[in-house]
Each structure stands twice: as structure tokens, then as C-alpha cells.
């Protein structure tokens, strides 16, 4: 009796252990990279979300907000790779960036960026936004574009970018949804409202499973292949398909004859239809000894 309960408890251990185990797994390797369903705030959420300057390349559909700031790697990371994939599934990413406050006395945004913030919300021009993201951080300078320090107008547009981050954040926080950037929010195909701190890739494939959309989408210009091409054959100056016949040469004479004209041709000043002339051999020359060397006698010269 005593051996069976031993036995007993050291399987519940084990048991206990595998299924912690199991369960730390789960968590760490798939639960934990799951969107949350925002329960909470919903109403308040979207209406943020529709009162703040997107901006968007278009495609139509649902829209997907991506919220985040110019340095951020992973934020430009998700749209360079993740972006094409879900306008293939009928999406409209729409992008809301906005320039980080001070922490701590530092500063953490740029005079540049805090300028191209502030038209980014006030011109909500693609094109801009496009200009900016493919140019590195340390080389943008916003020529032509209005500062926004010491602009009372533009310094109050960038602070409502970041207060529509920390009023957003609030409000996820709530929801029981993490925070991070990139920020996605969506909605799945039951209009239920989704949120993700996406900075791990293993998040995105959750939002693609949303939409539907691939995985993998041709690189730009490039489609399925075409018939292939067949090869070029030379044609004559009739334009037919088939090439010249060789021509059939005759024997080649001695060393010394003229050369015949070739069959079915006749003799230059002959009348049409006479038969060619025979070749005649030249008379054969005796060529000219060469000439010998002499020797002359030496002359003296005064």
C-alpha cells in the first residue's frame, strides 16, 4: 500500500510537470502572440481612431490602423513587409505617426521630424510620408517644409499627436490590450474591434488569418510568366522562312588558270543562250634569273 501511494504521488508530479510544461509552451510560442478582442472602450477607440490624420497609399476595404513613430525599426519593418500582403486581402492600411515627448529631460524626436509630423496631420500627404520613411532619419532635413517650433498652429498639432497616443494607450490599457509599436488595430470579419502590439513577427500571421490574405505576394512588376519567346530564324530578303540554298561550286582550277564562271552563267558580251567559252591557259613564262651580287674595287676619293 505504502509503494502504490509513493507510486501515485510521483505520477501526479509528473503529470503536474507536463502539463505546466504544456501550458508554458502554449503560452510562449503561440497565445501569447494572439491579438486581443477589445471588449472595453470600443466606441471610444474607434472614435480616435476616425478623428486622427491616417495616412494611407489606398486599396480600399477595411481599414487597419498602424500607429507608431519614425524610429521605430519594427513599425517600418511591418509596413515594408506586411503591407502589400494585406492590400492583397482587400485591407487599407492606414498610417498614423506622430513625434515622442520628452522623457526623463531628453529629448526623443527631432526638429525634421517634429515639422513633417505636423504637415503629415495637417496635409495628410502620402506622397510626403513616402519621402520621409525611404530617406534615413539623420538625413532628413524637411526642406520646404514650415517648422513646426515656434509655430504656435503646428507645435499644437504635434502635441495633439502625441496626446491622441496617450488617450489611445489609456484606453487599451483598460481593455486588458498590451501596448507597443507597432500599434495595429482592426476589425475581423464578425466587426469585433482587435488590437496587437506588434513588434514580434509571429504576430502578423494572426492579422493576415483575419483577412484572409497570403503570405507571399510577386514582387512589384513581376506576374506570371509569359509564352515563352521562339527563336529568331533569318530569312531571306523575300521575307520567306526557309534560307538561301548553298551554292553548288565547281572544281578549283591549277595554280595559274583563270578561274570558270560558275554553271549556268554565261561569259561577259556573250549572246543569251550560247553556251559559256572554254577557259584559255595562259602561255607559260621563263621568269628572270635573278641578279647576282658584284664586287667593285675599291676607289679612293680626294
Known amino acids: 500500500m505504502r ?33 486581443v478582442t477589445i471588449t472595453r472602450n470600443q466606441a471610444e477607440i ?5 478623428e486622427a490624420s491616417w495616412v494611407s497609399g489606398g486599396g480600399g476595404g477595411e481599414p487597419l490602423y498602424i500607429i507608431g513613430y519614425r524610429d521605430s525599426a ?32 531628453q529629448v526623443q524626436s527631432t526638429p525634421a521630424e517634429r515639422a513633417t509630423v505636423a504637415e503629415l496631420w495637417l496635409s495628410r500627404d502620402w506622397s ?3 519621402r520621409w520613411t525611404a530617406t534615413p532619419s539623420r538625413n532628413w532635413t524637411a526642406a520646404g517644409i514650415p517648422a513646426a517650433d515656434g509655430n504656435l498652429a503646428r507645435s499644437a498639432v504635434v502635441e495633439a ?4 497616443v496617450t488617450r489611445l494607450n489609456a484606453l487599451l490599457r483598460d481593455a486588458g490590450a498590451p501596448t507597443g509599436y507597432p500599434l495595429v488595430i482592426w476589425r475581423d470579419r464578425d466587426g469585433f474591434m ?3 502590439a506588434c513588434a514580434d513577427s509571429r504576430s502578423w500571421a494572426f492579422i493576415r488569418d483575419d483577412f484572409s490574405a497570403p503570405d507571399v505576394v510577386a514582387p512589384a512588376g513581376m506576374g506570371e510568366p509569359g509564352p515563352a519567346i521562339p527563336p529568331t530564324v533569318p530569312t531571306p530578303g523575300d521575307g520567306t522562312p526557309e ?42 613564262t621563263t621568269p628572270a634569273a635573278p641578279p647576282q651580287a658584284t664586287q667593285q674595287e675599291d676607289t679612293t676619293f680626294f
Do not use: H, M
Not at 509513493?6 to 503536474?16: D, H
Not at 517600418?76 to 513587409?81: G, I
Open 74 to 105: 519594427s513599425t517600418q519593418r511591418y509596413e515594408r513587409e506586411e503591407t502589400e500582403k494585406l492590400r492583397a486581402g482587400g485591407v487599407e492600411a492606414r498610417v498614423v505617426v506622430f513625434a515622442r515627448p520628452e522623457r526623463e529631460g
Open 243 to 284: 534560307s538561301l540554298p548553298y551554292p553548288t561550286l565547281g572544281p578549283i582550277p591549277p595554280a595559274g588558270e583563270a578561274i570558270p564562271p560558275l554553271p549556268g552563267t554565261a561569259r561577259p558580251g556573250a549572246a543569251p543562250g550560247t553556251a559559256p567559252a572554254r577557259p584559255t591557259t595562259p602561255p607559260r
Open 3 to 35: 509503494r502504490f501511494l509513493i507510486w501515485s504521488a510521483l505520477a501526479v508530479v509528473i503529470g503536474l510537470a507536463l502539463a505546466g510544461g504544456g501550458y508554458w509552451a502554449y503560452w510562449n510560442f503561440y497565445a501569447r502572440f494572439q491579438p
Open 194 to 196: 482587435k488590437a496587437c
Open 46 to 50: 474607434q472614435r480616435l481612431l476616425d
Open 161 to 164: 499627436s502625441r496626446q491622441f
Open 128 to 130: 510626403l510620408y513616402q
